[in-house]
């Protein structure tokens, strides 16, 4: 069992309304790679929501008296506030330069994935970038149409940056999956000595999505998507939000 | 740049006193495996802890007052959770079934490692196995050692599975490493157009070990070591500590 990493290079620029998946097939073709079955397509988060022009331009938000207000204490536009608080649920921490919020998909995270970095200056007057609609469903597609071009199985993973509780530096993490078990769930099984596993769930699209960090570089779109091969699992498909923790269950929140 | 990921399975079942790094040249080499300069030896924090004989045996644990009454609240053996407090700082939360602490060496985690599972039975009559006294050193130990035989440059990253606050599933990350910046800092640099970078700090070792974890197996010992191929990176050494946010700058504890 050796896994091999491969970036795809050429896929700078992706604009709204690009064919993304058609992108990713004709950039893989350039590279002579031969996709074979089982090749997980980990893809940068930013091409995504690029494609599905998730682009705010600043110049046209109005931002609410709330969103000035909480602005001033995080040390932030007003507009990028609201637009922040527009993609959140609620706040979970603040702080001057921190705002850290559960996202209306469940992730908690640093300004609800909203970027002004590695954006199209052309977008707009102040162009920002938020999160895909649905990043399950975008993998779901993405894989439907690998699927039809290479009659082959073809998982797919949507990977962000994110920051995390307790440890310095981002990892990437899986805020889209389809076509594997983005939760990977040993209850039950036991260890060497037939002891009961001290680990029974192991968030295997997570480190599907750090392992492909390592070659996205961080200018995020240099090498936005990178085929993992050689993994092997068991269990059924489970989406991206499997991963995410409940308010309820969650201690830490 | 493509990275490829290889285990090394064939280094089962170590004992306290093991000299650990001969074992895993050992097995490279009877792996036909020939290390080039700049691989990446990411090894699991379990088998570390066996070479150093890091076991406690229950047996020979008597519980005190506060670990029997913190042991009928999370619902666990006291002798356990007075072993666990004794590798901790403080607790940071607990309810039944789930103790986490802050280890004695600044990680967030459940039950400061101590394990039961995978423990070789003949290590005690109960054993339980505990991190390493020094994740960092050990690493550094082990790629003197490495550097010594092979003449080539040889980071080496000790991995262990852990928790995380707002998501399901377990993650690899560093508790060691040396010859390598765990924490990559990019503050300073632009993106494509030349504004900041959202993300400044990686947690490069994090990621690493992730990236592994997925060929490791939950049995632990299955393929504790993998070498990782073909990275590239800039940036001065640092160890696992450096990955470790303090009390005073994190917000969830």
């Known amino acids: 069992m050796v896994v091999t990493l491969t970036p795809i290079s050429d896929l700078s620029m992706v604009r709204p309304g690009d064919d993304l998946a058609a992108a990713m097939i004709a950039a893989c073709t350039r590279q002579a790679l031969a996709p074979t079955d089982g090749d997980i397509w980990v893809v940068a988060q930013k091409i ?46 603040h702080k001057p330069g921190v705002l850290i919020v559960e996202h209306r ?17 052309t977008a707009g007057a102040e162009p920002v970038l938020l999160l895909p609609h649905d990043p399950d469903r975008s993998a779901a597609t993405l894989r439907d149409r690998l699927i039809a071009h290479f009659h082959k199985q073809m998982p797919v993973v949507i990977t962000d940056s994110f920051g995390r509780a307790w440890r310095r530096g981002t990892a990437g993490i899986a805020i889209g999956a389809a076509g594997l078990p983005a939760l990977l769930d040993l209850r039950g099984r036991g260890d060497l000595f037939g002891r009961p596993l001290r680990v029974t769930q192991i968030g295997f699209a997570d480190e599907i ?13 240099a090498r936005p998507v990178v085929i993992v091969r050689g993994l092997a699992w068991s269990g059924a498909d489970a989406p991206a939000a499997a991963l995410i923790r409940t308010a309820e269950e969650d201690l830490f929140r």
């Open 48 to 93: 995504v929501s690029k494609a599905e022009g998730r682009y705010v331009d600043l110049a046209s938000v109005r931002p609410s008296p709330s969103a000035r207000k909480l602005a001033v204490e995080v040390d932030k536009d007003p507009r990028l506030v609201e637009v922040i608080l527009s993609e959140s649920r609620r706040v979970i921490r």
């Open 105 to 121: 998909l469940g992730f908690v995270m640093a300004n609800a994935g909203v970027d002004r970095s590695n954006v199209d200056p």
């Open 209 to 221: 999505a750090s392992a492909a960090s390592l070659l996205m570089g961080q200018a995020d779109e």
